[in-house]
């Protein structure tokens, strides 16, 4: 160990000589990050004959969809048919089978008050629309821990090996091709080898150490929480039948928390419970420790501040309590990859379909060379670090994309090694076929309004 001293004699810097690793396990595909892309990449990749490995620094699965307490899969719904399916499809139609997911059903999706008034507060309505009311789509509330509970059920199902507390933090590397992964555990260092490996830990972590290119971005950051103890039907017809007083008190709220969406609690299936998309905060680099302490610190502060308001002044809230803030800071967006192709925002607006498509959002694409890293070899990289501009990344980062895009690296991975092929020479129409037999829709077929891009050069 060496150390690099100011010329007060403080230490700058420690050129430390990480230890050897132990090698505890092999198999051709390891997934790195347990959230809504690397779950999905995992069972994908394993239902394709692949023997999977799965890492994860927390305890549970479910990345920011379960430890990050984001309880509405949206961004599924083009305005005619859900866009989003194979394993997203899976995981909601499990967690409603055991309670723990809310959606409304074909029946109640449509523009009217009435509609609104039943399901706007489930989340289930377009962001995005411009009109009032906005239209109530298909999209699906639920419960964090039905999440893990499916997670688990679904990956044991699989037969994927999983391994939880493992924080990974070095790629093993063979000139630009990555072999395997450490990670750090209880248990000291632990090497992870592997043919093929999907980066699906959002922050772009495996990539980035292997060398790839990337871009830093940022957006902000939100401390989310759940409240216990809240009237929602009383809350509910407050907003409703009182409209003017609700604004003036809706607004004061917003002004104590510093930042929020319109609706910021929407309710869970559990009864009085209701998740808060909030507070925002600007300014901060979730890559950033003094950032994401700093956070944690502030957010928790706003969230108190507006407990003791909401339970004074609004209607529903008189007996409310923070159930729990979530475990994961809500972080949107720090490294993105700059792959073999960067989607744009103009991309996701005009809803560019492209020659080599394998995952689709709402109603937009993804194509493959997006997920690969360029120069490094062996990988393929799915979820909200993909290879998007920061603008275009805001708009197609929602958990069913992520998922759609999990899927597709799955396959991908799983292909290659079958092949015996780099990722990059898998054939994108090989990829929508398999994940078409699947269930999925790899967005293959582009719906009526997408703009064709007829050329991947
Ligand atoms: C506050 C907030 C609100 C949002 N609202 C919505 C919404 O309403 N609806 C919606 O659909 N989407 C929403 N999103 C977006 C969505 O949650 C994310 O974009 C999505 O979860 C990304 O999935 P992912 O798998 O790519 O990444 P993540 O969910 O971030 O999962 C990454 C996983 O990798 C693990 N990991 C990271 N680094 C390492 C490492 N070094 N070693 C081992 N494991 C690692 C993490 O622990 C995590 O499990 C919201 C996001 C935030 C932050």
């Known amino acids: 160990m060496t150390l690099d001293m100011a ?58 969809a379960a430890g990050g307490m984001v309880l509405v899969l949206d961004d599924m719904h083009n305005g005619q048919e859900v866009t989003t399916t194979g394993i997203c499809t899976e995981m909601i139609d499990r967690m409603a089978a055991i309670g723990a997911c809310v959606y409304p059903p074909p029946e109640e999706r449509g523009q009217s008050w009435e ?59 063979d000139g630009n091709r990555i072999k395997g992964v450490i990670c750090e555990t209880k248990a000291g260092r632990q090497a992870i080898l592997g043919d093929v490996i999907i980066d699906a830990t959002g922050d772009l972590d495996v990539a980035a150490a292997a060398g790839s290119a990337f871009v830093h971005g940022s957006y902000i950051l939100t401390t989310v929480f759940r409240l216990g103890g809240v009237d929602t039907e009383t ?120 020659p080599d498509t394998v995952a689709r959002g709402r109603d937009y694409y993804t194509p493959y060379r997006s997920m690969l890293p360029k120069a490094i070899e062996g990988m393929v990289v799915a979820g909200r670090h993909y290879s998007a501009t920061e603008s275009a990344q805001k708009m197609s980062r929602e958990i069913p994309p992520c998922m759609s895009m999990g899927q597709s690296a799955g396959v991908a991975a799983a ?31 582009p719906s009526a309004n997408a703009k064709i891009m007829e050329n991947a050069a």
């Open 415 to 445: 292909l290659a090694v079958a092949s015996n092929i780099a990722p990059r020479a898998v054939s994108p129409a090989a990829i929508c076929a398999k994940v078409r037999a699947q269930g999925g829709d790899p967005g293959d077929r």
């Open 235 to 354: 809350a509910e017809r407050f907003r409703f039948e009182e409209p003017e007083k609700y604004a003036v008190l809706d607004r004061q709220a917003k002004r104590v928390m510093g930042g929020s969406w319109d609706l910021w609690w929407l309710k869970t299936p559990l009864p009085g419970i209701v998740w808060c998309n909030c507070p925002h905060m600007t300014g901060l680099d979730g890559l950033s420790v003094e950032d994401i302490t700093k956070a944690d610190f502030e957010g928790r502060k706003r969230i108190y501040a507006l407990v003791d308001f909401i339970r004074a002044n609004i209607p529903g809230f008189a007996s409310c309590f923070v159930v729990d803030v979530a475990p994961q800071l809500g972080v949107r967006q720090t490294r993105l990859l700059e792959g073999d192709y960067v989607v744009t925002k103009d991309d996701v607006q005009d809803r560019v379909h492209f």
């Open 115 to 173: 509609l609104f008034r039943k399901w706007a507060r489930w989340g289930a309505f377009d962001f995005r629309a411009q009109s009032k009311p906005a239209p109530i789509v298909m999209a699906a509330a639920f419960d964090p821990d039905g999440w893990k509970r499916v997670s688990n059920d679904m990956i044991t199902e699989a037969g994927v090996d999983v391994r939880l507390h493992s924080w990974f933090s070095r790629a093993v590397m």
């Open 7 to 64: 010329q007060d004699q403080t230490p700058t810097r420690i050129a430390d000589k990480p230890g050897d690793a132990t090698v505890v396990a092999r198999s051709d595909v390891v997934v790195v990050g347990g959230g809504p892309a690397g779950f999905a990449a995992a069972v994908a990749a394993r239902r394709e004959g692949a023997s999977v490995t799965l890492i994860e620094r927390y305890p549970y699965l479910g990345g920011l």
